[in-house]
């Protein structure tokens, strides 16, 4: 037998002698089929049965050695696998149900349903990826970042987060090549607006950047922050948190009001549609007259009940911004000693940067360049970080 722990063998000995219930005490013909211990006794003849077809097959000797092929694996996990974990909640303890369901009643095929009409239970099970490393990671796949190769080997760094100013539209990498002296040749990125490379100057002006320089700007800004918020994080939590609470608040409010309204008007229109059928009742109402408003009625209170759906989903999707700020404080203050700039590190930090276009002020030549940080936006933006920033300088 395969079994080798003598408890376990203990315990098969005593079940098989076990008596029946109000029958015998002990019993002497082993135990019924679809007894308790029959799986177990089942896998241990199995195992049995096991070991004689490997050796009637797998072991036993051939005329010729065959060559076995062993596959090619580094034991890690492919791409699809990893696709699947990063968009299956249960990984950070939700439950998802509801994904799919049939067309009606008469029609049984199974179709997928949209994300909204999905049924979510959070918190039923104990996670096995962190939450603040899943909202990171669908934060840069809703990013669609490819940076595209180049014939050097290298990718373009900023691929996807330059924005132009003037028109909305991403900058697009460009190579320039230049030939020195000596003969040899160099290549220089930049970045121009999307919409001037497409329609040219009628469409937008050029805006064009160097890599080099974004580089060097985008390191000191973040090292830049990081110190301060070292230095003075509860603080500068209390001011970006206080800052986005106003435009938060507005559209709350906003949102609050026009759900209100158009719950009054559902409310409303419940009441109408219970005095046209007493009206109809009583004869006071023909039924084609009838048939026409009940349709009507029924038309807007579906519209309305979808909008007062879409509003709320709306208020839910704004998130609280103490916890943004704080969360983009902890982050931004590993990098008080960064070094160099990697794709990795502009993804997790940065949403995008606003590119504007070149002034000539009192003769020299200017540029804004607006970075927004993932959680928080343009941190420059608010008057409280460039009053410690003077502080620490």
Same mark, same amino acid.
């Given at each position: ?60 000797? &051939? ?24 968009? *299956? ?5 939700? +439950? ?5 369901? @049939?067309?009606?009643?008469? *029609?049984?095929?199974?179709? @997928? ?6 049924? %979510? ?65 160099? %290549? ?19 805006? @064009? ?17 990081? /110190? ?11 001011? +970006? ?6 435009? &938060? ?16 008007? =559902? ?26 408003? =009940?349709? /009507? ?20 999707? =704004? ?75």
């Amino acid at each position: 037998m395969g079994i080798k722990d003598r408890r376990v063998l203990q315990i098969i000995k005593a079940m098989l002698k076990a008596g029946v219930m109000d029958e015998s005490e002990v019993n002497e013909e082993g135990t019924p089929q679809g007894g308790l211990i029959s799986p177990l006794l089942a896998n241990a003849y199995l195992d049995i049965m096991d070991e004689w077809i490997s050796g009637q097959w797998e072991n036993k000797g &051939t005329q010729y050695p065959y060559k076995q092929t062993q596959s090619k694996t580094n034991g890690l996990w492919n791409a699809s696998t990893i696709r699947v974990i990063i968009n *299956n909640e249960a990984y950070i303890g939700n +439950l998802i149900q509801g994904k799919c369901g @049939s067309v009606s009643y008469k *029609n049984h095929k199974l179709v @997928s349903k949209p994300k909204e009409e999905w049924i %979510r239970c959070d918190g039923t099970h104990e996670p096995i990826v962190d939450r603040e490393l899943w909202d990171q990671v669908q934060a840069l796949t809703a990013k669609n970042y490819a940076p595209h190769k180049r014939a050097d080997g290298k990718r373009n760094l900023f691929t996807g987060l330059l924005v132009c100013s003037d028109c909305g539209f991403k900058m697009k990498a460009n190579v320039e090549r230049a030939t020195h002296k000596d003969g040899t040749e160099v %290549r220089y990125v930049s970045y121009i607006c999307g919409n001037y490379s497409r329609s040219g100057k009628s469409a937008c002006n050029c805006h @064009s950047i160097y890599e080099n320089a974004l580089v060097t700007l985008v390191l000191d800004h973040i090292r830049t922050h990081a /110190k301060l918020v070292e230095c003075h994080e509860d603080a500068i939590i209390d001011a +970006l948190a206080s800052a986005q609470e106003s435009e &938060t608040l507005s559209c709350r409010a906003a949102y609050r009001g026009e759900i209100d309204a158009q719950r009054k008007r =559902i409310v409303k229109l419940d009441a109408l549609v219970d005095s046209l059928y007493e009206d109809r009742v009583s004869g006071l109402v023909p039924e084609s007259m009838f048939k026409r408003q =009940i349709e /009507k009625f029924e038309k807007e209170r579906v519209d309305r009940l979808q909008s007062v759906d879409a509003l709320e989903k709306r208020v839910r999707s =704004i998130k609280q911004n103490a916890d943004n700020a704080a969360t983009w404080a902890r982050l931004i203050k590993r990098y008080t000693q960064l070094e160099d700039l990697d794709a990795e590190t502009l993804l997790l930090l940065i949403d995008k940067i606003t590119i504007c276009d070149v002034q000539v002020i009192d003769g020299k030549r200017v540029r804004d360049i607006k970075i927004h940080y993932n959680y928080v936006g343009d941190v420059d933006a608010l008057g409280e970080v460039g009053v410690y920033e003077r502080q620490a300088v």
